[in-house]
């Protein structure tokens, strides 16, 4: 394998220097291709042709969503941990402002995860009629069994990998390293 350097310094592991293609993108992009691809083929069973990009689509807008739970209290983590880090930019209104942000981004984001992955749930409470096979052009059961099947074995390759990546005894190790470096840095200016 060769290294190249990446835009942040970082060295990464090329597969083909030729095509100059990082070791990292070439895994990723296969396993999203593989992830968005696997519930195509079983629905492409079940649902109409016309209906597959829709509820493809939601699956691809949870996935994303659900990623913004675990990122947004993240921030306010490392702004409490770290708070000398240089920052590229900043919240108004010091730390209450970052929990305010926080806490009301994080709220929209639970609403439309919860949205995406359960559609018309909440429709019901609020008196709203819902019709979710004239909607999705799929029934609720089977709708729900390729999203939560999709999501589950995004939770479970996530977690092989990760689990993998501690046995190898390198998870994070670049980040950690590049982070201690940092802050070193932003303490002795």
Do not use: H
Not at 7 to 33: F, H, I, L, W
Not at 42 to 59: D, H, N, Y
Not at 90 to 96: E, Y
Not at 105 to 121: D, H, K, N, Q
Request: aromatic content about 12%; glycine content about 8%.
């Amino acid at each position: 394998m060769v290294g190249f350097e990446a835009q942040n310094g970082a060295a990464e592991e090329m597969r083909n220097p030729a095509k100059d293609v990082p070791v990292s993108v070439a895994v990723s992009g296969t396993v999203s291709a593989l992830c968005y691809l696997m519930p195509i083929f079983g629905i492409l069973a079940v649902v109409p042709a016309s209906k597959v990009f829709t509820v493809v689509l939601s699956i691809a807008v949870s996935t994303l969503l659900l990623s913004y739970l675990v990122i947004f209290p993240t921030i306010v983590r490392l702004r409490r941990r770290y708070p000398t880090l240089p920052r590229p930019y900043r919240i108004p209104g010091g730390r209450a402002g970052l929990w305010v942000c926080a806490v009301l981004i994080y709220a929209w984001v639970l609403l439309g995860s919860w949205l995406s992955v359960f559609p018309g749930t909440i429709e019901p409470v609020l008196g709203i009629k819902y019709d979710f096979a004239g909607t999705w052009g799929v029934s609720r059961l089977t709708f729900e069994a390729f999203t939560l099947g999709t999501l589950l074995a995004i939770v479970v390759f996530c977690t092989l990998g990760y689990w993998w990546a501690q046995r190898r005894g390198d998870a994070g190790a670049d980040f950690t390293a590049d982070l201690q470096r940092e802050l070193l840095t932003a303490d002795q200016a």
